[in-house]
C-alpha cells in the first residue's frame, strides 16, 4: 500500500483516481502540508493505526523560493521549441526573481518539511525490519555552490554536524539574505535560485545526521535529474515518470545497501 499525500486535498485525489484508473489499485491519499507539525503527526497516527509501521518514506515536497514572469499568450513548449535542457533553464533564469518570502516559504517548506514529516514518521520506520528514508534534493544543493570554505568545511563535517546547527543554518541564512550579507559570509551568491540551493544542502545535511544516528535504516539523498513538473515549467530535460523511477530505484535498493549517500538519478556520487 502506498499512501499519497499533498496539501491540495482536491489534486491528491485527482492524482490517486488517475493511478487508480491506470491500473494501481493500492494507493491511498491522505492530506499533508509538510510546514504543518501537527498534520505531519496526525498521518503517523493515521498510518501506525492502520497499518502498524512504515516500511519506506520518500520526502518529496518542495518549492523552488522564486517567481518567474513568462508571457503566456505563447505556449512555454513553443518557445521552447529546438533548446537544449540547460538552454531551457537558463530560458526559465532570465525570467525569474526571488523575494525574502519566498527564500522564507523556501527554508520552511523543503528543509524544515523534511524535518517534521521524518521526525513524526520516524517511530513508525524504525518499527520496519528494513526501513528505508529517501529525501529527494538536488545537485543544487552540492556544497560547490557555496561562496565560502568554512561553511563548505562545516557541513562537510558529518562527525560534529548537528540538526540544531542545520537549523540555526536556516535561520543565518534568512538573516543575511534580508541583510544583503550572502556572499560576505559564504552563502550561494550567484543569483540563482539561492534559497532552493540551501535547502537542498540542508537537507543532504540532515540525511547524513539521520545514516549515523540510525545505522539500521538506510537514509539517502537522491537528485532524480532536471524534470519536467509544474515547479520548472515544464522545462526539464526527463520526464517526471523518469525522474519518480530513480527515486524508486534507490529506494528499493537490496538490503544492506548504502546509507547516507547522494545518488544523482540512480548513481553514487558526491556532495560537493
Not at 121 to 143: A, E, M, T
Not at 245 to 270: D, K, Q, Y
Request: charged share 25%.
Amino acid at each position: 500500500m502506498v499512501i499519497l499525500t499533498a496539501r491540495d486535498e482536491k489534486r491528491g485525489s485527482e492524482a490517486v483516481e488517475k493511478l487508480h484508473e491506470s491500473g494501481l489499485p493500492d494507493v491511498q491519499f491522505h492530506r499533508l502540508d509538510v510546514s504543518d507539525p501537527s498534520g505531519a503527526a496526525r498521518l503517523a497516527e493515521f498510518i501506525r493505526e492502520k497499518f502498524g509501521r512504515l516500511d519506506i518514506l520518500i520526502n518529496n515536497a518542495g518549492v523552488i523560493g522564486a517567481s518567474a514572469l513568462i508571457d503566456t499568450t505563447t505556449p512555454i513548449q513553443e518557445m521552447l521549441v529546438g533548446k537544449s535542457a540547460m538552454e531551457r533553464l537558463q530560458w526559465l533564469l532570465q525570467r525569474s526573481t526571488e523575494s525574502y518570502e519566498e527564500a522564507e516559504e523556501c527554508l520552511t517548506i523543503n528543509y524544515f518539511g523534511t524535518r517534521y514529516v521524518t521526525g513524526a514518521l520516524l517511530p513508525i520506520l524504525l518499527s520496519s525490519s528494513d526501513g528505508r528514508l529517501i529525501n529527494v534534493s538536488s545537485n543544487y544543493g552540492l556544497l560547490r555552490y557555496f561562496s565560502g570554505e568554512n561553511l563548505k568545511q562545516e557541513l562537510s563535517d558529518v562527525d560534529n554536524l548537528t540538526v540544531e546547527r542545520l537549523d540555526e543554518m536556516s535561520e543565518l541564512f534568512l538573516k543575511d539574505y534580508k541583510n544583503g550579507q550572502l556572499k560576505s559570509n559564504g552563502w550561494p551568491d550567484d543569483s540563482e535560485y539561492l534559497a532552493y540551493k540551501v535547502s537542498k544542502a540542508l537537507i543532504n545535511g540532515y540525511t547524513r545526521i539521520m545514516s549515523k544516528k540510525y545505522p539500521e535504516l538506510r537514509i539517502n539523498s537522491v537528485h532524480p535529474g532536471y524534470c519536467k513538473t509544474d515547479i520548472n515549467f515544464d522545462t526539464g530535460e526527463y520526464t517526471a515518470e523518469n525522474g519518480a523511477s530513480c527515486v524508486v530505484s534507490v529506494a528499493l535498493l537490496p538490503e544492506g545497501g548504502p546509507t547516507g549517500v547522494f545518488f544523482f538519478r540512480t548513481e553514487e556520487a558526491p556532495f560537493v
